[in-house]
């Protein structure tokens, strides 16, 4: 299979965002459900829109609820975050050698753009589309649908990378080709379901193969 595309999700793919988002969701449940969630069931809203989420808790306060998220997030967020190991040479030998990268995340464009420029990643990437640009999130398909439209390229060539099943389906259910990474902070055995075809271990280890791929 030759590789022409590669779709990154952002948070828990290339950025290691997870106890900033963990953070975020326990400040918002300690402050509205005291005592309900503990940190190992609070890992389970790393993956789903605020929308999704909150909208499930509470129907009635949930926009009371996201905006107590986003603020946490925001002011925050600088100190709990760090890439991945290895993403910027990764992404710059994918980009040397004429791979159409983009970034396919449902996290807001204000928020997605603050990670970007902080590690000076925007300029690796041919699209970037964030959550608040569509109607539905992953694990519907209109988003990678968009980025492989904008690229310009064959589903048949193109892979998703993410570290959860809503990434794996949305592949799955867009016709590309799905990769879910061994660094998540979810186990294989959560996606197992949504058969991933490849599942690296780092970014180096996936690089190597898209490259490989003639």
């Known amino acids: 299979m030759k590789i022409e595309a590669v779709l990154f999700d952002f948070d828990g793919t290339l950025l290691n965002s997870n106890r900033l988002i963990n953070e975020s969701h326990r400040h918002v449940l300690d402050q509205f459900f005291p005592g309900r969630f503990t940190e190992e069931t609070v890992r389970a809203f790393n993956g789903p829109s605020l929308k999704e989420v909150y909208e499930r808790l509470d129907p009635e306060n949930s926009e009371r609820l996201i905006q107590s998220y986003v603020d946490f997030n925001w002011q925050h967020h600088d100190d709990y975050v760090e890439l991945f190991p290895n993403v910027v040479p990764s992404l710059a030998r994918l980009k040397n050698a004429g791979k159409k990268l983009a970034v396919v995340s449902t996290k807001r464009r204000k928020t997605l753009e603050k990670g970007l420029n902080l590690f000076q990643l925007s300029d690796f990437f041919d699209?970037?589309?964030?959550?608040?640009?569509?109607?539905?999130?992953?694990?519907?398909?209109?988003?990678?649908?968009?980025?492989?439209?904008?690229?310009?390229v064959a589903r048949s060539s193109t892979i998703m990378v993410g570290d959860n099943w809503q990434d794996i389906e949305a592949a799955n259910r867009a016709n590309v080709t799905s990769v879910f990474v061994g660094w998540s902070e979810k186990s294989i055995e959560q996606v197992a379901d949504y058969k991933p075809y490849y599942v690296p271990g780092s970014m180096v280890e996936l690089t190597d193969w898209i490259l490989s791929e003639k």
């Open 127 to 152: 699209v970037i589309f964030s959550g608040d640009e569509f109607t539905f999130p992953k694990p519907d398909p209109q988003s990678l649908e968009a980025a492989v439209a904008s690229l310009k």
